[in-house]
């Protein structure tokens, strides 16, 4: 059945869920060739061949635009598509615009008011007279704009796998792609080839994902007025809206506390750094673990709104999001929700040694996303 919904995808032009069914089918069934044989349809009908070959020496660009959701959520698509920029060779460039939760009202490129840019690349260099647009829904004139046929119509919800191939001048990414969804696409012989997922994700983040310096000088002087010495346990816990997208998330929480106790069995030392969202986690927390838990102050939620949905100065929310996260990253073990972004993206900060880093439940980060351009 997996094979005859592939060869549907692929007959409608949705490559992209062809090649996720292949994938699926394959692991259940390793043996059959019928799925290899519509994989290499797939490549040939995209001309993955003359991925990062072009028809003039003109440069090349990959416009990399906000997803428009939670901060670790346009982080993941940035580096998704910076995967994408690596294996074309085109130069990235990061803008989040007003679709971003995190930016303030007079903001023009909300990623930097946190990173420091990805390339040396200027607006103008994207806007030159003659240059080519992929998908063609943007121009010069508009790649400022928003959710332009976003979710629905042509050059909608268009994942990574579709621009690998693209010889126009400059392309732009503006749906969700997961190094996931590209994994299988790397050729042999590129550095990245042969690398685990996640020892993709962290040299991405190496290379291309550097704080501001004054951000940097924050975290260092959080770390060494109340961090710096003793040993901690990094928990993330999701509340608020988490629950909405998570029909098990009460049971996900639940197995916290006897996790957290394993771990400090064994490291009787540790402190207890907690990230939450949820002003009832850090009560629950700082009763059961009393005189051993530090949160930091920073807006949370009792409801099931998001924090990022009720209205906060973007700019502020995106910083307390960066300094939970880059602390947690310096601690010495890490516990989180694998439903998160959060808990998967502090995976990134690096590299967590054997025994380090836990997720409770699967990692959203394998996950596979059916519903990419399909019209």
Same mark, same amino acid.
């Not at 647009?133 to 790649?143: D, G, I, M, T």
């Not at 207890?272 to 005189?291: H, I, N, P």
């Not at 960066?322 to 990253?329: E, N, P, Q, S």
């Given at each position: 059945?997996?094979?005859?919904?592939?060869?549907?995808?692929?007959?409608?032009?949705?490559?992209? *869920?062809? $090649?996720?069914?292949?994938?699926?089918?394959?692991? !259940?069934?390793?043996?059959?060739? !019928?799925?290899?044989?519509?994989?290499?349809?797939?490549?040939?009908?995209?001309?993955?061949?003359?991925?990062?070959?072009?028809?003039?020496?003109?440069?090349?660009?990959?416009?990399? *635009?906000?997803?428009?959701?939670?901060?670790?959520?346009?982080? $993941?698509?940035?580096?998704?598509?910076?995967?994408?920029?690596?294996?074309?060779? %085109?130069?990235?460039?990061?803008?989040?615009?007003?679709?971003?939760?995190?930016? $303030?009202?007079?903001?023009?490129?909300?990623? @930097?008011?946190?990173?420091?840019?990805?390339?040396?690349?200027?607006?103008?260099?994207?806007? %030159?007279?003659?240059? %080519?647009?992929?998908?063609?829904?943007?121009?010069?004139?508009?790649?400022?704009?928003?959710?332009?046929?976003?979710?629905?119509?042509?050059?909608?919800?268009?994942?990574?796998?579709?621009?690998?191939?693209?010889?126009?001048?400059?392309?732009?990414?503006?749906?969700?792609?997961?190094?996931?969804?590209?994994?299988?696409?790397?050729?042999?012989?590129?550095?990245?080839?042969?690398?685990?997922?996640?020892?993709? /994700?962290?040299?991405?983040?190496?290379?291309?994902?550097?704080?501001?310096?004054?951000?940097?000088?924050?975290?260092?002087?959080?770390?060494? *007025?109340?961090?710096?010495?003793?040993?901690?346990?990094?928990?993330?816990?999701?509340?608020?809206? *988490?629950?909405?997208?998570?029909?098990?998330?009460?049971?996900?929480?639940?197995? /916290?506390?006897? %996790?957290?106790?394993?771990?400090?069995?064994?490291?009787?030392?540790?402190?207890?750094?907690?990230?939450?969202?949820?002003?009832?986690?850090?009560? @629950?927390?700082?009763?059961?673990?009393?005189?051993?838990?530090?949160?930091?102050?920073?807006?949370?939620?009792?409801?099931?709104?998001?924090?990022?949905? @009720?209205?906060?100065?973007?700019? @502020?929310?995106?910083?307390?999001?960066?300094? $939970?996260?880059?602390?947690?990253?310096?601690?010495?073990?890490?516990?989180?929700?694998?439903?998160?972004?959060?808990?998967?993206?502090?995976?990134?900060?690096?590299?967590?040694?054997?025994?380090?880093?836990?997720?409770?439940?699967?990692?959203?980060?394998?996950?596979?996303?059916?519903?990419?351009?399909?019209?």
């Amino acid at each position: 059945m997996s094979m005859d919904l592939a060869q549907a995808a692929f007959d409608r032009g949705n490559y992209q *869920k062809a $090649d996720m069914l292949c994938r699926l089918h394959i692991k !259940a069934h390793p043996d059959d060739q !019928a799925p290899i044989a519509l994989l290499r349809r797939i490549y040939e009908t995209l001309g993955l061949s003359r991925m990062g070959q072009y028809s003039s020496d003109a440069p090349r660009y990959l416009l990399i *635009k906000a997803w428009g959701f939670g901060f670790w959520s346009d982080l $993941d698509h940035v580096l998704g598509s910076l995967l994408v920029a690596e294996l074309t060779h %085109r130069t990235p460039v990061v803008y989040w615009g007003k679709n971003s939760l995190f930016r $303030d009202a007079n903001t023009v490129n909300a990623f @930097e008011s946190f990173f420091q840019p990805v390339s040396e690349a200027k607006w103008a260099d994207l806007t %030159r007279a003659g240059q %080519r647009y992929y998908p063609p829904k943007w121009q010069a004139q508009n790649l400022q704009q928003e959710d332009v046929a976003k979710w629905t119509g042509p050059g909608s919800r268009l994942s990574g796998l579709y621009l690998l191939a693209r010889d126009e001048e400059v392309v732009v990414s503006d749906y969700h792609t997961k190094i996931n969804d590209l994994l299988h696409w790397i050729p042999e012989g590129h550095p990245l080839s042969g690398l685990s997922r996640i020892q993709i /994700y962290r040299q991405l983040f190496q290379k291309y994902i550097h704080l501001r310096p004054e951000l940097t000088q924050l975290v260092d002087s959080i770390w060494q *007025k109340y961090m710096g010495a003793h040993n901690w346990l990094a928990v993330h816990v999701r509340g608020t809206d *988490k629950v909405l997208e998570m029909g098990n998330l009460d049971a996900i929480n639940g197995l /916290y506390h006897d %996790r957290i106790q394993r771990i400090l069995d064994v490291n009787p030392s540790l402190n207890l750094f907690l990230l939450t969202d949820s002003t009832a986690v850090v009560d @629950e927390y700082q009763v059961r673990w009393k005189g051993r838990v530090l949160t930091l102050p920073c807006q949370r939620g009792q409801a099931q709104t998001g924090v990022h949905l @009720e209205g906060h100065p973007g700019t @502020e929310l995106g910083v307390q999001v960066i300094l $939970d996260a880059w602390l947690a990253g310096r601690c010495d073990f890490f516990l989180g929700n694998g439903g998160s972004n959060v808990s998967t993206g502090i995976r990134h900060l690096k590299d967590w040694g054997k025994g380090t880093y836990f997720l409770l439940g699967p990692d959203f980060l394998e996950q596979i996303d059916l519903s990419l351009h399909d019209w």
